[in-house]
């Protein structure tokens, strides 16, 4: 499919319009755009699909920056073509499955997407260009692609009989030697105490029992996992704690300082890691340790991917298993930092950066996450909706969100949190102004 420029600008449609495939305008350029879009609605064959020299593939003759979303179940996709590329009109754009090329100014370079991806080009609707943002359409997918490899998965590090090494994911400090577990058990919710009353019909059966596990034990939580501390020779001891609550009463400040003395720190870089449950039992959050096999040597993963790709894990385990969507992301202090509508959790986004000069522009992860091997980006990702609650921001809908059966809580050392926070506005001021908010709240992505 060909697409034949100068693009005009048009302005914003609604997206429920461009789904049932509105078009701009005829008229100037424009009504050559419009006659392309009819041969796609015609089922016209694409024009010009011969093979392209091989010097166009990759380097500096590469097309411009580009990014695809794609959405697995519903077989479709979004394409953006940035505006760094349409910077010399008029332009060629000519789409295949597997290709993209743009012709602009004598020059021409051309982009294979990713294996597995392939598009179909007469599927093309909803065509237009937002000024400072580049050409918008939406298509169908021949095949849906396979799924990347996620960045890390604690469930296949965590299973029994297996020797593995617990790190402190900041520093790669080890925090738990060499350990083989016989039984690597799920928990079952935070509140599920409050509910066996509704289960049995006698009292309960379980009011002065605990769930800790054994020495040979490890249990998994939603954000967590319990590990048996006892003859370990390597484990973290809780730092002295500074409390800023002098001029409260005496008994506030015991109560303080006995929160913060269950906390548990890596001994190098003061990271808090968990807390401790008992004498015998300590609590690590996902997010801040990290289990690797024994036979192997530490692998460092940046700290935003890491912290992405367990968050993200998170919320596509607890819509699956729960079906809940809406979360509130707590810190270890008790407050809401965060509220979280998972939207969908099928994504696969394609990201090109194009040339060096326009590296910054729109790149949905910053530059520690293009890859090394290519100028192209395949990732799983889950796209969400989110709104901030730092300094009593959304308040209101925040306590509405705490009281509400439907909405499940995380809780996250309250740094964490704020982490959290930054890699979604980061996300969020990466994408396109047009697609940077839903609904008043503000959208952003999460690779897995």
Known sequence: MIFRGPFPPRPCRDSRREGRGSHPGAGGSGSRLQAALCRAAAGLQPADERPLPAGFMGGRGMAGPFLLEVRRRTQSALLLVREASLRSLPADISLAPARLELRSAGACG?????????????????LRRLPGEGLHLRLRLRAAPGGAELVYNLRESLKPQKNCIFY???????????RKFLRVLPLPSENWSALVEEWCCHPNPFAKSTLH???????????????????????PEPPICFS?????????????????NTRVFCKRCKTMLGETISSDTIKYYVTEVIVQPSEGSFKTIPR???????????????????STFRFTIKGDDGKIY???WLLNSDTLLVESSGSSSSHNVFTLFGDIFM???GPVGTWNAVKVLYQPCIKSRNKDLADAWENDFGVHPLKFPSETCLELLLILGLSTTSLPPSLQCMNSFQVAFLKM
């Open 244 to 260: 800023e609550t002098s001029h409260h009463a005496s008994q506030n400040e015991s109560t303080l300082k006995s929160k913060e």
């Open 168 to 178: 402190c994911q900041s520093c790669g400090d080890v925090i738990v030697k060499e």
């Open 213 to 235: 596990p054994q020495r040979d034990d490890c249990f998994l939580g939603d954000t967590f996992f319990l590990l048996n501390s006892g003859n370990e020779s390597h484990v």
């Open 110 to 126: 051309a982009l294979e997407l990713p294996p597995g991806v392939s598009l179909a080009p007469g599927s093309c609707r909803g």
């Open 304 to 322: 935003s991917q890491f912290v992405q790709s367990m968050v993200a894990q998170c919320l596509m385990e607890l819509s699956s298993a729960k």
């Open 338 to 340: 965060i509220l979280i």
């Open 371 to 373: 890859p090394n091997s």
